[in-house]
């Protein structure tokens, strides 16, 4: 059956994935990809699906609700799949409030808009609400984050998100919004903002900067190729159970210092560097502040329900993002000249 879906946040790195995924594989769909364009998001991000028949863009902002609740009446969507939001826990914690905005009064006004236009008409209707594992707080040496997990946020980005993830189960409990969740582990791939781990450290290694490592270099993250979790998001649109959350994650735990020295070995190489160049450059620098300690995520409940498991090793993974980024210096030069200068400052100038 046709489906008219509006994707937010689809200029930015996952959300670009997810539609350009979106826009291939389901032709007879119509998408509607609404974002803002802030620094994170960038239309050259889709350049290769912009002229498709099934995609249009809309620039707008989330936390508008007037303009939000137009836009659902004029185009009465059948489905919202929400990948927009702030995204990166160091921006939050020196601007809590466009955290608070976006992520947390966007998500309200989007799902007021969608009972507004959908009313009692639920029937194959659904609001899919993207978000991460950070809600779950940090972990010690051992365990796995699970959907019972208790919520235990630390940042003002994973409390903001936790927050809309709260406010997208009231709305289905109080009034039969027909939701589905998910709550991935860190992505990583082509077109993620360099404010990130691993596209920062590739730039930095590029241009001979120092890599500011935070404390020890000693906590964990679960790494997931971004194809990977737009495959989830796909599975879960289509056959997740409404009401249900899904953790998506993928079994592939990196302490920080340990998969950076493998970054440099796979830079060393491509950038035909003697071996031990690019780990010069690591610089122990003062630790983020409230840093989560370890996340992992038990994907179990996603494999046995509905059969998807990540399709890519890491190490391939990882080799096939240093591979884009260097082919896409273009993209990379265009994303950090202006305003990144001056975020780049502020952030690590003093640590
Ligand atoms: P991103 O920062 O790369 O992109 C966010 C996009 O949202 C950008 O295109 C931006 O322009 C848009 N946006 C921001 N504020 C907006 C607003 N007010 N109105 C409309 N559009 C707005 O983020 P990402 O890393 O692609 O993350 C996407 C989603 O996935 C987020 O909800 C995030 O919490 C979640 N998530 C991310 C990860 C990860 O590792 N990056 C992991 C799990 C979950
Ligand atoms: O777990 C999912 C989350 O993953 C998403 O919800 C977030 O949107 C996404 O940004 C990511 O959060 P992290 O804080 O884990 O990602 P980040 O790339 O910022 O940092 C990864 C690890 O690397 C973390 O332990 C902090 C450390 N780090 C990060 C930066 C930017 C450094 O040591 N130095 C740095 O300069």
């Given at each position: 059956?046709a489906?008219?879906i509006?994707?937010?946040?689809?200029?930015?790195?996952?959300?670009?994935?997810?539609?350009?995924?979106?826009?291939?594989?389901?032709?007879?769909?119509?998408?509607?990809?609404?974002d803002?364009?802030t620094?994170?998001?960038?239309?050259?991000n889709?350049?290769?699906?912009?002229d498709?028949?099934?995609?249009?863009?809309?620039?707008?902002d989330?936390?508008?609700?007037?303009?939000i609740?137009?836009?659902?009446?004029?185009?009465?969507?059948?489905?919202?799949?929400?990948?927009?939001?702030?995204?990166?826990?160091?921006?939050?914690?020196?601007?809590?409030?466009?955290?608070?905005?976006?992520?947390?009064?966007?998500?309200?006004?989007?799902?007021?808009?969608?009972?507004?236009?959908?009313?009692?008409?639920?029937?194959?209707?659904?609001?899919?609400?993207?978000?991460?594992?950070?809600?779950?707080?940090?972990?010690?040496?051992?365990?796995?984050?699970?959907?019972?997990?208790?919520?235990?946020?630390?940042?003002?980005?994973?409390?903001?998100?936790?927050s809309?993830d709260?406010?997208?189960?009231?709305?289905?409990?109080t009034?039969n919004?027909?939701?589905?969740?998910?709550?991935?582990?860190?992505?990583?791939g082509?077109?993620?903002?360099?404010?990130?781990?691993?596209?920062?450290?590739?730039?930095?290694?590029?241009?001979?900067?120092?890599?500011?490592?935070?404390?020890?270099?000693?906590?964990?993250?679960?790494?997931?190729?971004?194809?990977?979790?737009?495959?989830?998001?796909?599975?879960?649109?289509?056959q997740?159970?409404?009401?249900?959350?899904?953790?998506?994650?993928?079994?592939?735990?990196?302490?920080?210092?340990?998969?950076?020295?493998?970054?440099?070995?796979?830079m060393?190489?491509?950038?035909?560097?003697?071996?031990?160049?690019?780990?010069?450059?690591?610089?122990?620098?003062?630790?983020?502040?409230?840093?989560?300690?370890?996340?992992?995520?038990?994907?179990t409940?996603?494999?046995?329900?509905?059969?998807?498991?990540?399709?890519?090793?890491?190490?391939?993974?990882?080799?096939?993002?240093?591979?884009?980024?260097?082919e896409?210096?273009?993209?990379?030069?265009?994303?950090?000249?202006?305003?990144?200068?001056?975020?780049?400052?502020?952030?690590?100038?003093?640590r």
């Amino acid at each position: 059956m046709a489906k008219k879906i509006i994707i937010t946040g689809g200029a930015g790195f996952i959300g670009s994935h997810v539609v350009r995924l979106f826009v291939n594989k389901y032709p007879d769909y119509e998408i509607i990809n609404l974002d803002k364009l802030t620094y994170a998001g960038n239309l050259a991000n889709l350049t290769d699906i912009e002229d498709k028949p099934n995609y249009r863009f809309i620039k707008g902002d989330i936390v508008d609700q007037d303009f939000i609740h137009q836009l659902f009446k004029d185009e009465n969507p059948d489905a919202v799949i929400h990948l927009a939001a702030e995204s990166h826990v160091d921006r939050s914690i020196e601007s809590p409030m466009d955290f608070i905005m976006t992520n947390i009064v966007g998500t309200v006004n989007l799902l007021n808009a969608a009972k507004a236009v959908w009313g009692d008409e639920l029937a194959d209707k659904r609001f899919y609400h993207v978000s991460t594992d950070e809600v779950y707080g940090s972990l010690g040496e051992t365990g796995l984050f699970t959907e019972e997990t208790p919520y235990d946020p630390r940042s003002p980005y994973s409390a903001s998100k936790a927050s809309s993830d709260h406010l997208v189960r009231a709305y289905y409990h109080t009034y039969n919004m027909p939701v589905v969740l998910s709550n991935c582990s860190n992505n990583y791939g082509s077109h993620q903002f360099p404010e990130k781990l691993i596209p920062l450290f590739i730039n930095n290694i590029k241009n001979n900067k120092p890599l500011p490592v935070y404390g020890k270099g000693d906590n964990v993250r679960d790494w997931l190729w971004v194809n990977d979790h737009a495959r989830a998001i796909d599975v879960i649109f289509h056959q997740g159970k409404t009401g249900e959350t899904y953790n998506i994650g993928g079994h592939n735990e990196w302490k920080n210092i340990d998969l950076i020295k493998l970054l440099c070995n796979i830079m060393d190489k491509k950038l035909n560097r003697e071996p031990g160049t690019s780990e010069k450059l690591i610089t122990y620098v003062k630790d983020r502040a409230g840093h989560d300690k370890r996340y992992a995520i038990d994907a179990t409940k996603l494999k046995n329900e509905l059969g998807w498991e990540p399709s890519l090793q890491f190490e391939e993974g990882l080799e096939k993002t240093v591979d884009w980024y260097l082919e896409n210096e273009e993209w990379l030069i265009n994303v950090t000249s202006g305003e990144y200068q001056n975020y780049y400052e502020k952030q690590y100038h003093q640590r």
